[in-house]
């Protein structure tokens, strides 16, 4: 299991989930909307979650049928940020967040 991070945090970019990660697993760039873990890192411990101040974060069992995209984008950014970013956009701007 990992942790995802959803729509809420897009133009949020709060970052506490960042400073609490005891793995450094969660990452953010400038150019970026949201930020997003890296699963393959994730201990799966729970403190991101706690430390989101907008409920943008959930266990990939948890994510909610709606945000189900952002498991895998969360994933992609790692091999493919250009096509999360714009991917992020799309769904911003169309609002279907």
Not at 10 to 30: A, G, K, L, N
Not at 64 to 71: K, L, N
Request: charged letters at 25%.
């Amino acid at each position: 299991m990992t942790y995802v991070i959803t729509a809420a945090c897009i133009d949020v970019i709060d970052q506490s989930c960042i400073e609490v990660c005891p793995v450094d697993c969660i990452h953010f760039d400038e150019e970026d909307r949201m930020c997003y873990v890296e699963p393959d890192v994730c201990i799966d411990c729970a403190v991101c979650e706690a430390a989101c101040p907008v409920g943008a974060i959930f266990s990939d069992k948890e994510v909610p049928s709606e945000a189900h995209e952002f498991t895998q984008l969360n994933k992609l950014w790692f091999t493919d940020k250009e096509q999360v970013r714009a991917m992020v956009t799309e769904i911003a701007d169309n609002g279907t967040f």
